[in-house]
T-cell receptor, first 121, second 111 residues
Framework: GAVVSQHPSWVICKSGTSVKIECRSLDFQATTMFWYRQFPKQSLMLMATSNEGSKATYEQGVEKDKFLINHASLTLSTLTVTSAHPEDSSFYIC?????????????????FGPGTRLTVL | QKEVEQDPGPLSVPEGAIVSLNCTYSNSAFQYFMWYRQYSRKGPELLMYTYSSGNKEDGRFTAQVDKSSKYISLFIRDSQPSDSATYLCAMGKAAGNKLTFGGGTRVLVKP
């Protein structure tokens, strides 16, 4: 199946610093990747949609200058949390769209990375 | 009212029982339906993917979609303690578009 990796798996940083999270599709090319955050015992909240070679589309209420997204290649998207504060502490998860096979059983769905736990002190 | 409603549980069943999960939705534009399993502190794992009304079976998992009632279900047969996790339904309006998730149902399978 389609595999998506994230790095780092966890990170602790001081308030005011910036943190970069990488999301990679390992065995397929992902023209579209998505970034979510998840608070404990809550569902996933979509932050932004990232398309390769173009600017990300942010959901309402998500600060694009704080959460910088770059999707420079078909297998890599990055999320940078700038000037992080304790309220940014969360579980950040990316997903990548696998277009599936041409014809046949085209899955065309999203596969998720293992997530990155960010703690801002 | 949320676009996708899902009972948060927890749903506790004995090992070997059938687990029955469901979601209702209000937007008839949803055409693609998925079920994900998420273990604590892990990313969601795709279990089932359907895009038409009816049943789809994969091993111990059966997904049902009833577009006329705006209702989807997931059944897990012969449940195991390793099935203990949170199950999320997700829906999309078009292939590859962003998904709308239910809140997730926490399932506990007791040995």
């Amino acid at each position: 199946g389609a595999v998506v990796s994230q790095h780092p798996s966890w990170v602790i940083c001081k308030s005011g610093t910036s943190v970069k999270i990488e999301c990679r599709s390992l065995d397929f090319q992902a023209t579209t990747m998505f970034w979510y955050r998840q608070f404990p015992k809550q569902s996933l909240m979509l932050m932004a949609t990232s398309n390769e070679g173009s600017k990300a589309t942010y959901e309402q209420g998500v600060e694009k200058d704080k959460f910088l997204i770059n999707h420079a290649s078909l297998t890599l998207s990055t999320l940078t949390v700038t000037s992080a504060h304790p309220e940014d502490s969360s579980f950040y998860i990316c997903s990548a769209r696998d277009p599936g096979l041409a014809g046949g059983d085209s899955r065309d769905t999203q596969y998720f990375g293992p997530g990155t736990r960010l703690t801002v002190l | 009212q949320k676009e996708v409603e899902q009972d948060p549980g927890p749903l506790s069943v004995p090992e070997g029982a059938i687990v029955s999960l469901n979601c209702t939705y209000s937007n008839s534009a949803f055409q693609y339906f998925m079920w994900y399993r998420q273990y604590s502190r892990k990313g969601p794992e795709l279990l089932m993917y359907t895009y038409s009304s009816g049943n789809k079976e994969d091993g111990r998992f059966t997904a049902q979609v009833d577009k006329s009632s705006k209702y989807i279900s997931l059944f897990i047969r012969d449940s195991q303690p390793s099935d203990s996790a949170t199950y999320l339904c997700a829906m999309g309006k078009a292939a590859g578009n962003k998904l709308t998730f239910g809140g997730g149902t926490r399932v506990l399978v007791k040995p």
